[in-house]
Structure formats: C-alpha cells, structure tokens
C-alpha cells in the first residue's frame, strides 16, 4: 500500500498526470489506505474507485467510511462483480447502495450468452459493465470474439465500460507464460470501428502497432470523443508500462 500510494500521488503531478485516472483500492484494504494517506497528508483528496471484494452487503459500510474522511478520498466509482444471475432485484440494491453521484461499475461473469443478457441488463440499469481481459490462468484472456460480441452490446447501448486486467501494454502479445493479452491501443481501435460499423475483430487480432498507431491518429476530434465516452477507463497495476509503450508509438 505505502508503494501504490507514492506511485499514484507522484503520477498525479508528473508528465503524464492527464492519462492518471482513479486509485484503485479494494474494500477489504480500505483501513490500510487511510493509515497511509494520514502518513503523507495529500495536498487534495484522492479520486477513489473502490472495489468491493466483500460482497454487496459491505457496500454501505464502506461508502460510509470513505465519505467519512472527505479530507483525504473523493469517492467517484465503485466496481463490483456480479452474480452469475444477475437480475432487477440485485441492480436495485446497487442503486440503492452507492450515492447517485458515484458511477457504478458493475462485472457479469463471462460465459455464453447469459454473460451479454447480464451486460445487458447493467446497461438498461444505468451502471457500466465491466470486461476482464486478463487473468492468472487461460480462462481470465477472453476471445477475440467474446470481446467483440461484447463491444457489440455496448457501443448498441449508449453507455460506458471499463475493462481491467491484462491490459498493461498498448498492442496485443504473447507473454513468457504463454498468455496472449489484449492491448489496450487494440480496444480504442475496435471501439472506433465497432461505433461505425467496422471490422472489430480485425483491430483486436492485430499485431501491427504501426497500424493500429496510424488508425488511432486518424480519428477524427468528434470520432476521438465517442470512443473516449464508450470506452471510458482500464484499469492498469502500472502507469509507467502504458505511458511507455504511448511514447515509443508516438501517441503522447
């Protein structure tokens, strides 16, 4: 904790300070980021998205405790996993738990199409489903085709996501372990083409950073603007790793 909150705070007035979006903290570690942000005294208080890793009936009690110390956390999302049966009474609770003004963020499990049925519901519900990309094991690392079915609902839906794990580098590879990630530089192409009827599938598979760099450039202001409001935030454990990867593409 002491390490993410010096890195975050020090991104926060560095360079780069505009890409830097919301801490991430769960809800379980939430007592070890206060007892670190009352050690180095933030100049303003730190933009929050809390992850609730306690189930949904520790929500209140954790929004209570962040708005509690408004001195040092400004509490702007909260992200949760969804049941595998995701319905109208579960949305409602949500609704109910996290303040109108906080965004809520919310991740059906991933299989088949009752997946894109949940996805669909947290659209309808005014929430921003979540997409995983990446994991410990294969089954974290959706298909390219999973992942375009998914931009498919979304970008049909008006709303933003948010997408999370793997995505450390801008163009998709495979690791050492054999992984293949998703590059974040991919999902902003795909989400371009999906919001004008284009091959998506296409822009997740490729390879080419050179072309998916020149395609990215040649987004017009208003197309720059549609995607940034579909494809809203992701969630990085490094924000050195992406600003590196934007500056060697020339995209900073």
């Given at each position: 904790m002491p390490d993410a909150v010096r890195g975050h705070l020090d991104g926060r007035v560095g360079e780069w300070s505009g890409v830097m979006g919301l801490f991430l903290c769960p809800a379980s570690r939430l007592a070890e980021l206060i007892t670190e942000l009352i050690k180095v005294k933030p100049a303003k208080p730190v933009a929050l998205s809390l992850v609730i890793d306690t189930g949904l009936g520790g929500v209140p009690k954790a929004v209570s405790i962040v708005e509690s110390r408004s001195e040092l956390l400004a509490l702007r999302m909260v992200e949760m996993p969804a049941p595998s049966d995701v319905d109208e009474v579960w949305l409602e609770r949500v609704s109910e738990f996290v303040p109108e003004d906080v965004i809520r963020v919310v991740e059906p499990r991933r299989g088949?199409?009752?997946?894109?049925?949940?996805?669909?519901?947290?659209?309808?519900?005014?929430?921003?489903?979540?997409?995983?990309?990446?994991?410990?094991?294969?089954?974290?690392?959706?298909?390219?085709?999973?992942?375009?079915?998914?931009?498919?609902?979304?970008?049909?839906?008006?709303v933003a996501f948010k997408a999370t794990a793997g995505l450390h580098k801008a163009v998709r590879h495979t690791d050492e372990q054999g992984f293949t990630?998703?590059?974040?530089?991919?999902?902003?192409?795909?989400?371009?083409?999906?919001?004008?009827?284009?091959?998506?599938?296409?822009?997740?598979?490729?390879?080419?950073?050179?072309?998916?760099?020149?395609e990215a450039k040649a987004l017009s202001d208003?197309?720059?603007?549609?995607?940034?409001?579909?494809?809203?935030?992701?969630?990085?454990?490094?924000?050195?790793?992406p600003i590196a990867d934007l500056e060697e593409l020339g995209l900073l």
């Amino acid at each position: 904790m002491p390490d993410a909150v010096r890195g975050h705070l020090d991104g926060r007035v560095g360079e780069w300070s505009g890409v830097m979006g919301l801490f991430l903290c769960p809800a379980s570690r939430l007592a070890e980021l206060i007892t670190e942000l009352i050690k180095v005294k933030p100049a303003k208080p730190v933009a929050l998205s809390l992850v609730i890793d306690t189930g949904l009936g520790g929500v209140p009690k954790a929004v209570s405790i962040v708005e509690s110390r408004s001195e040092l956390l400004a509490l702007r999302m909260v992200e949760m996993p969804a049941p595998s049966d995701v319905d109208e009474v579960w949305l409602e609770r949500v609704s109910e738990f996290v303040p109108e003004d906080v965004i809520r963020v919310v991740e059906p499990r991933r299989g088949g199409s009752e997946w894109l049925d949940g996805v669909r519901r947290v659209i309808e519900h005014g929430s921003w489903p979540k997409l995983r990309c990446g994991g410990l094991s294969q089954e974290n690392f959706p298909s390219v085709d999973e992942v375009a079915d998914f931009l498919s609902v979304v970008s049909g839906g008006g709303v933003a996501f948010k997408a999370t794990a793997g995505l450390h580098k801008a163009v998709r590879h495979t690791d050492e372990q054999g992984f293949t990630h998703h590059g974040f530089l991919n999902l902003l192409v795909a989400t371009a083409r999906s919001l004008s009827g284009r091959d998506v599938r296409e822009a997740l598979a490729s390879t080419d950073a050179e072309a998916l760099t020149a395609e990215a450039k040649a987004l017009s202001d208003q197309a720059a603007h549609a995607v940034r409001g579909v494809f809203a935030s992701y969630g990085s454990c490094s924000l050195a790793e992406p600003i590196a990867d934007l500056e060697e593409l020339g995209l900073l």
